[in-house]
């Protein structure tokens, strides 16, 4: 069973920057698409990009443009970049795959955006 630790986020001031990994216990090659969600306060969770094994990715239109889905199959890693951060940014930020696992919800990592 594969587990997915989060970590990156902290608090940014708007238009800043951070770069979000998921760090997998096993391979990831086995997972066909991954993803990226959010959480916000008293919002449903969403997703806000996903990559495939082959590199394909898909945004949110909330997201696109500003933040970049990538994976490392050979470091069973993934990673958001995220740029021109704002406010309504500011959630819990979950890697998953895509459809979501429940055996692979981690703890998250909180993004605050304030200034």
């Known amino acids: 069973q594969v587990q997915l630790v989060e970590s990156g986020g902290g608090l940014v001031q708007p238009g800043g920057s951070l770069r979000l990994s998921c760090a997998a216990s096993?391979?990831?090659?086995?997972?066909?698409?991954m993803g990226w969600y959010r959480q916000a306060p008293g919002k449903q969770r969403e997703l806000v990009a996903s990559i495939s094994s082959g590199g394909s990715t898909n945004y949110a239109d909330s997201v696109k443009g500003r933040f970049t889905i990538s994976r490392d199959n050979a470091q069973n890693t993934m990673y958001l970049q995220m740029g021109s951060l704002k406010p309504e940014d500011t959630a819990v930020y979950y890697c998953?795959?895509?459809?979501?696992?429940?055996?692979?919800w981690g703890q998250g990592t909180q993004v605050t955006v304030s200034s």
């Open positions: 998953n795959a895509v459809p979501w696992l429940m055996n692979y």
């Open positions: 096993a391979s990831i090659s086995i997972i066909p698409v």
